[in-house]
């Protein structure tokens, strides 16, 4: 039986540094602009330090250990994908951090909560095919003809994974109907509103759908850009369904 070696860490001294370490292998969603820009809404805001922390949709644990890496004091993380949770798991020891990734979705996550922070990053990419893929590396963009299979769910439910006090931090793209996922946490209790925007040239999968979309009237003939959205979502001590934006 041959011994596995133990993982190399490598020293990160500044959060965003944590992509130049990140080893995604094949059948793993590399992180991209978006899981970027959620990280550093993060980073920026000083929300996890010494608190609970929930990713959800973790892939390749990219959020989860940055998390960690704040000063988090419990990080648990959940993707449907077994080698996703592997390779968040691996991404961690390399960064030298400790998190309790796990396959799941949403309900599993529910059932150990509350989190004083939940970060996520969803399959929130419009698809000309309803229904998302029970297999395959297109169950970590695919979000239904809408783009909300997973987002409203996540929204709906987004009260009862928060703590008294407690944060949510999503990305989706403004394709996927910004103003539903506000109107929903809204209607939760939650004080909502986006934190931050970025404008990006379509990607591959965008680029694939973008005929269809131009179709169904979601896409204006010829653009190829979209616009990124950090919503924030804060739950304060008995708050109730009448707080608004």
Known sequence: MVATQPLPTTPIVDVATVFDVLRVPTGVYAPQDDSRLLLTAMAERDLVAGRRVLDLCSGSGILAIGAALLGADEVVAFDISAPAVACAIDNATVCGVEIDAREGSLPEALALGPYDVVVSNPPYVPDSNALPPKVGLSRAWHGGH??????DPLCLVAPELLSDDGTMLLVQSEFADVERSLTM???GGLHARVVERLRIPFGPVLT?????????GMLESGRRYEELCVIRADKSAGSGHDLGG
């Open 146 to 151: 809408d783009g909300r299979s997973v987002l």
């Open 185 to 187: 946490l809204r209607a």
């Open 208 to 216: 694939a759908n973008a005929r269809w979309l131009e179709a169904v």
